[in-house]
């Protein structure tokens, strides 16, 4: 549908807790297709709806197969598994990187475009993208966890 830009840090949205979606109405359905066309074009491998200054719970993650999981008011309900520290980045900190310690494994539930409520055991890289994004929902940035955090060329 429509390519948004990117919100960039220190834009004060991305501090912002963003809005819980009451009722999925056909602006939020846009929405969700607009989050994923945004997320494509622009590299990424997840989006949250703040990024592209939505103060919405809406986030997409892509999954394994790079088809992309789209959850309304998401929420993580179990961490299980090991820490791992990895390198992230974020569309909205272009060019910014940092080492940041996540659980592998999880469970996130929320609601899919049908309003029907969906649960995912997640793991690996997935695992800590869905982190990544519902901490977007809740103003927190990657570089607010990064242990370590560097520039380097795209």
């Given at each position: 549908m429509a390519v948004f830009q990117i919100v960039q840090y220190p834009d004060p949205i991305l501090r912002e807790k963003a809005r819980e979606v009451r009722?999925?109405?056909?602006?939020?359905?846009?929405?969700?297709?607009n989050l994923v066309d945004t997320m494509r074009r622009s590299g990424g491998v997840g989006l949250a709806a703040p990024q592209i200054g939505v103060s919405k719970r809406v986030i997409v993650v892509e999954d394994p197969e790079k088809n992309p999981i789209v959850l309304i008011n998401p929420e993580i309900v179990r961490l299980e598994g090991d820490k791992e520290t990895a390198e992230e980045g974020c569309l909205s900190v272009p060019g910014v990187w940092g080492q940041v310690e996540r659980r592998m494994c999880l469970t996130v539930r929320g609601y899919n475009l049908e309003g029907k409520q969906v649960a995912y055991l997640v793991e690996g890289f997935t695992a800590r993208a869905f982190q990544h994004e519902i901490d977007h929902l809740d103003g927190i940035v990657f570089l607010d966890r990064a242990t370590t955090i560097y520039k380097r060329k795209e």
């Open positions: 009722k999925i109405t056909p602006q939020i359905e846009r929405l969700a297709v």
